[in-house]
């Protein structure tokens, strides 16, 4: 996995390789233009468009080059609970308290 150098608790996008979303339960892919979109079923190598990775998304399934880094939320970020994403950021980075 590759991640920025900042501390991975802090950083709120990382990159991976597309083939790395296997192993991410509800990754949410992050877009060129901060859309989001979560990975709800299968990825895997595409037997229809070779080179390809297909992942199954709440928006349908996407073709993403297997050589070519994706951009998640850093799943550190993601509470358990799945919470809404600005609270866990907002907890995670300290700015609200625990109750």
């Known amino acids: 996995m590759t991640t920025h150098s900042d501390s991975p608790a802090t ?3 990382i990159e991976i390789a597309p083939g790395e979303l296997t192993h991410i339960t509800g990754a949410v892919i992050v ?14 190598l595409s037997d229809v468009m070779p ?5 199954e998304t709440e928006a349908g399934t996407l073709y993403l ?7 998640i939320v850093n799943p550190t970020l993601q509470s358990s609970e799945d919470r809404d994403d ?6 995670t980075v300290g700015l609200l308290k625990a109750s």
């Not at 877009?31 to 895997?44: K, L, Q, S």
């Not at 080179?51 to 992942?55: A, E, G, L, Q």
């Not at 080059?65 to 951009?71: A, I, K, S």
């Not at 600005?86 to 907890?91: D, T, V």
């Open 51 to 55: 080179r390809m990775v297909s992942v």
């Open 86 to 91: 600005i609270e866990g950021l907002a907890h």
């Open 11 to 13: 950083v709120a996008h």
């Open 31 to 44: 877009g060129a233009h901060d859309g989001h979109v979560r990975v709800t079923g299968t990825v895997e």
């Open 65 to 71: 080059d297997q050589d070519l880094p994706v951009t």
